[in-house]
């Protein structure tokens, strides 16, 4: 599927000649190497501005960002995964306050990291249960191995979940298994960026009784026409999909990953949290989804005041996510910025330094994808690429400052 045709940008609000600075801007970072290629996406009012494509998905082989590509988002799952959940919850198949434990009985019991070593924690007793608003907001105490910020990321990596889970491990096994592990803060207390959306998917697979991929297909792929959306590619499309690229701090530049691969295979856990890969057109169509108040084409995937509710700043006293502590690897900037059901929210963007609007809501992935939606301007914007860690080049705020500084009325 490809994106609509862009429309003028003058007739909604865009200075042409700014918003060609996009391209002008980001170029550079595949002139110089830091980039293998992307794809820029910015719509105002639900029409494209502005779509362009840049550089190679694979620059072994030469083969250009067509509008085709198919891009790992990781955590761009997280999003759709908290959708899929508020959507049950609007039938009244959960309830926000229902303790984990009521579907994933291991985390009756959990406890908390008070001191000690990885090897050593003393631990205490959770004084409030993991619930699955904890889990759409980070407030869980879950974590990720990969953070390297505290004794419990170790924890975690001792257990043999670093970037993923170990081989052959399926959904429910992988949740036992960190239900077993401490918490690193009592649920509630603090803010800290974990699987806590790779459980929340187990969650929806109990309450539907089939795997999380037919849910997420029949909730939100289907109805909205994803159909490039999905958790792993065949042979078939093999090609299209980019590269996977990590930093290399001893040129500056990007060097391939053999973890690309695990793209290819049909993984044993389906993770709510990092599983999907999709092309900018199929992202585009959630991301309208969302701006729309969550309907599409005549498809309603939410109600709009349940969307409302989910973009609203749900940290404990409205807190923003500085104030709680958040530390590690958290994929956005901490001050004046708030966490709804599923989402990073704008509380205050004077503090963040970037043109943003307040109840903007957005995520991005580890290889440096992201999106946005800004009910107030009306305008999405989205970055797709493949490079790993994201945060190694300033890619989202300066996205930010180019579209931002090109809409003029």
């Known amino acids: 599927m490809a994106l609509p045709p862009t429309t003028d940008p003058a007739a909604l609000g865009f200075d042409p000649r700014r918003l060609a600075g996009l391209d002008t801007h980001f170029a550079r970072y595949v002139d110089d190497g830091r980039l293998a290629g992307w794809h820029i996406v910015v719509t105002r009012r639900g029409q494209v501005v502005h779509s362009s494509t840049y550089g190679r998905r694979d620059l072994e082989a030469g083969l250009p960002v067509t509008e085709d590509t198919l891009w790992r988002v990781y955590s761009m799952t997280k999003p759709v995964t908290s959708v899929v959940a508020m959507a049950l919850w609007e039938e009244g198949r959960l309830e926000l306050t229902d303790e984990v434990s009521r579907y994933l009985p291991k985390f009756a019991g959990t406890r908390v990291y008070d001191k000690g070593s990885a090897l050593r924690p003393y631990t205490v007793p959770a004084t409030e249960p993991v619930r699955i608003w904890h889990l759409l907001t980070h407030t869980s105490g879950l974590t990720y191995g990969f953070m390297h910020a505290n004794p419990v990321d170790e924890c975690y990596r001792l257990a043999g979940f670093d970037l993923g889970p170990r081989a052959g491990m399926d959904l429910a096994e992988v949740c036992d298994r960190f239900a077993g592990l401490p918490l690193q803060f009592q649920p509630g207390s603090g803010w800290g960026y974990s699987v806590a959306t790779d459980v929340l998917g187990r969650v929806i697979e109990v309450i539907c009784g089939r795997p999380l991929d037919e849910v997420v297909a029949e909730r939100v792929l289907r109805p909205l026409g994803m159909d490039d959306t999905r958790w792993w590619v065949e042979p078939a499309d093999a090609a299209r999909l980019a590269t996977l690229y990590v930093f290399d701090p ?160």
């Open 250 to 409: 001893g040129t500056g530049r990007t060097a391939p990953t053999g973890l690309g691969r695990y793209a290819l295979e049909k993984p044993a856990a389906l993770l709510g949290g990092s599983g999907l890969v999709s092309t900018a057109a199929d992202y585009h169509r959630f991301t309208q989804m969302l701006l729309r108040g969550g309907e599409l084409d005549g498809e309603r995937i939410l109600g709009t005041r349940t969307l409302r509710y989910m973009t609203r700043n749900h940290l404990p006293g409205g807190r923003d996510l500085a104030s709680l502590g958040a530390q590690g690897f958290p994929e956005t900037t901490l001050v004046g910025i708030g966490f709804g059901l599923g989402f990073a929210v704008v509380e205050n963007p004077l503090p963040v330094k970037t043109l943003m609007s307040p109840g903007e809501f957005y995520w991005g992935g580890m290889a440096s994808t992201t999106f946005w939606v800004d009910p107030a301007e009306e305008v999405t914007g989205m970055l797709f690429t493949q490079l790993m860690p994201s945060g190694i080049h300033p890619l989202r705020p300066q996205l930010h400052q180019l579209v931002y500084s090109a809409l003029v009325d």
